[in-house]
């Protein structure tokens, strides 16, 4: 592993970290109610893990090869980037709901 395989898991920790940003500055998920946020976040994670592993067992998907992936794995063929990229990929879309939600209670 050298510093290219660790650029990919790098961006995505600095997305996490922006959008933990966004959520603190208007309180939209974890700074509202943590332990649902949190709930919600694990329980897509997890849906979307066993989702990849399933694909992995069947064929229907394989593990690529990059210079910018740390060769970290979960399982085989599952890269320890997929799991962070599937946080942020829930995260954000937790926001996106959240702050949607909020929008269109304010137009009300």
Known sequence: M???GLAYLGALALS???LAIIDRRWRLAF???PK???LCLVIGV???LLWDVAGL???IFTRGESP???GLLLAPDLPVEEAVFLTLLCYVALLA???LDRWQAARR
Do not use: I, K
Request: proline share 0%; glycine share 16%.
């Open 2 to 4: 050298d510093l290219t």
């Open 16 to 18: 996490l970290t922006g």
């Open 31 to 33: 700074w509202a109610a």
């Open 36 to 38: 649902r946020a949190a």
């Open 46 to 48: 997890v849906g979307f």
């Open 57 to 59: 067992l069947l064929g």
């Open 68 to 70: 910018h992936m740390t």
């Open 97 to 99: 709901w959240r702050g």
